[in-house]
């Protein structure tokens, strides 16, 4: 008995841990834009901000007060704090804009993104 209630517990534990590998649960399901993606980051959970951006909103905030401190403000196409939300996410995850971002918010920035960039090399 004490054989079936070891091999029990071993087998339940695994099949909890192996849950998520299998059952995988889609992490960026947002339909919003780039534009408005920032909105909602900065207004919902704490943590969501921190997971994307690589800082808390607080520092968020204080990076956009600075910025504006320093001189710097929305362009033509692109709000600041879409701006920084762009350059902390790449700073965050490592990826190189120039590369191809699939299943991220990114994505949905590569028009404007790309539209901005060539707008800056031409000034």
Request: hydrophobic share 40%.
């Amino acid at each position: 008995m004490a054989a079936f209630t070891t091999a029990n517990t071993v087998t339940t534990a695994a099949l909890i841990y192996a849950d998520p590998l299998y059952n995988k649960l889609p992490y960026h399901t947002s339909a919003l834009s780039g534009a408005d993606w920032v909105p909602e980051l900065l207004t919902g959970h704490p943590e969501q901000i921190r997971n994307e951006l690589g800082v808390h909103k607080h520092v968020f905030r204080g990076l956009i007060d600075e910025l504006k401190l320093a001189g710097y403000g929305p362009s033509k196409y692109v709000y600041l704090e879409e701006q920084l939300s762009i350059f902390l996410y790449t700073c965050t995850t490592g990826l190189i804009m120039s590369v191809n971002i699939s299943n991220t918010h990114v994505k949905l920035y590569q028009s404007t993104l790309s539209f901005y960039i060539n707008l800056k090399r031409m000034n």
